[in-house]
């Protein structure tokens, strides 16, 4: 058995074994092996009962119950239904534990972080005999880095830029995320919206209506368009960056309706990192836009991320109109007040729009309201209108490929797909690729855009590419798939710009926290701390301080717990700015200035 085993499995486990199996040595081998795959369901059921649970409010006992089973990074297993299925990053809470930050750090890793790492699927626990095994012998092969192989075919030269504006009839893509506080209406907005854009047939919203009704839910109908699994709407809260297409009148907008409960900010990120511009609703009841705009909503921490994270254009839905009698002091008291706000969060007035609307009664979403409580005073656009009228952002279509993985999911053929948003340069069927980390080269089977087969795409593309030749283990959501030629970099130290949110304790050296980068939510820690900067300017005002406050600009140094693909700012804007998280809020936003080792 130790033959087979090797020293995967403990003595006592073995003798037990073989006891239970009469001596049979072929059976106890078995048994073990058996035991190991169990395990790792079990574990991965613990895993959903816990995050459950932590919502509420967590026990010491299930956190240790958790790191037992989470220093291995979890990986990705095929689905039963062969539906896709989101994976993150395992956020093991060593870190915290080390710096003796447990108890500070417990309720953001557990509650909202954990979150990413519940999406995975199945757990590779520490115990796991089988898995850690096959585990080892992809370790033993990642260390030899798999040669470059040139494509044998050679590429058949396309003016993508020709070829991007033929597309779509000639309609801009656009990626559009839909941010704002818990319960301000998103989902009831843009359901609302899809279903008069004839997007979601009469039967089936009857069926949304009928169901709701009867889970004496009747108001959130136009939310269930969004919010597709029971889950979410048992708790009445979207969890997931679900997707879907709409199109206006020059534009093919691919939808992220991002999720505002607390809980699931790390999902929001990912889908901001990928969206070219955003709605943020806010709720216009009175106390309501209050709640969501003071500290602790998520009105300004929303802003302030997606601004970070590259979107500059901004529908702000100034929501549920209806409950204060579409009100122009409320709006403009409303408006005035965010106006500031996004202005110091770095978002230009000429780049945000305000629209009155309700989403409930579907006023001012896709026409122009008539109702004279509203035209009396509002002449501007409606929601559809000013989604239609956002500048289509500058790709970087002339760049190395890049694409950064949102989602791994088994399918029904022979390989596996990847999904995510091309960031840089452009891609056929046919071509090989790189993945970064783990170092190894596929092919690109078929790539599909909005449900569809294509045979080539380019930056701004939300895609889901098949690839073959590569083993679906060793990738991860977070993984970028690039040129062989002109490969992304890896690293696990690198220095960066950052500036400090509002924060209530000073960051030192040593301090934990999560990289949010496109689609990675990966541990790490701040290592050190260069410089002060001049906001401005960006001169160094004050050389290696003690600690960083809230408000400052700063060099420092940044140690992840396993290798991430990064690229300098100047070279990958996209691929450059990340955001840092500390229990369980956003602590600082950052550009990659120096990549280290
Ligand atoms: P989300 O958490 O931001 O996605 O919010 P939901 O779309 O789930 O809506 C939260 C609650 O607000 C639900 O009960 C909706 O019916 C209600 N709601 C949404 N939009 C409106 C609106 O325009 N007017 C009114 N009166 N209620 C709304």
Known sequence: MREVLAESVPEQTMVQAVLDSKFDVQKALDLVLSQGSKQNVKSSNEDAVIVRKT???????????????EIVPKITKMT???????????????????????????????????RVASGVLET??????????????????NTVPTPVK????????????????KRQGGKQLLNLVVIGHVDAGK???????????????????????????????????????????GEERERGVTMDVGMTK?????????????????????????????????????????????AGFETGGQTREHGLLVRSLGVTQLAVAVNKMDQVNWQQERFQEITSKLGQFLKQAGFKESDVAYIPTSG??????????????????????????????FKPPQRSVDKPFRLCVADVFKDQGSGFCVTGKIEAGYIQVGERLLAMPPNETCTAKGITLHDEPVDWAAAGDHVSLTLTGMDIIKINVGCVFCDPKEPIKVCTRFRARVLIFNIEVPITKGFPVLLHYQTVSEPATIRRLLS???????????KKPKFLSKGQNALIELQTQRPVALELYKDFKELGRFMLRYSGSTIAAGLVTEIKE
């Open 80 to 114: 039963v239904s062969g539906k896709k299925q989101s994976m993150g990053f395992e956020v093991p809470c060593l870190i915290a534990e080390e710096n003796g930050h447990a108890n500070t750090l417990q309720k953001g890793l557990l509650t909202e972080d954990a």
């Open 187 to 229: 989902s009831t907005l843009m359901g609302h919206l899809l279903y008069l854009l004839g997007n979601v047939n009469k039967r089936t919203m009857h069926k949304y209506e009928q169901e709701s009704k009867k889970a004496g839910k009747a108001s959130f109908a136009y939310a269930w368009v969004l919010d597709e699994t």
């Open 246 to 290: 709409f199109e206006t009148k020059t534009k093919v907008i691919t939808l992220m309706d991002a999720p505002g409960h607390k809980d699931f900010i790390p999902n929001m990120i990912t889908g901001a990192a990928q969206a070219d511009v955003a709605v943020l609703v806010v709720d216009a009841s009175r106390g309501e836009f209050e």
């Open 55 to 69: 919502t509420k409010g967590k026990t010491r006992d299930s956190q240790s119950a958790r790191m037992e089973s």
């Open 360 to 389: 409930l009664g579907g006023e001012n979403l896709v026409t122009r309201s008539q109702s004279s409580d509203l035209t009396q005073w509002y002449k501007g656009k409606c929601l559809l209108e000013q989604i239609d009228s």
């Open 150 to 165: 040139k494509s044998s075919k050679t590429k058949p030269q396309i003016d993508v830029k020709a070829e991007l504006e």
């Open 124 to 141: 590779v626990s520490k115990s796991s005999t089988l898995s850690s095994q096959v585990a080892q012998i992809s370790e033993e092969q």
């Open 532 to 542: 002060v900067l001049h906001k401005s300017t960006g001169e160094v005002t004050q």
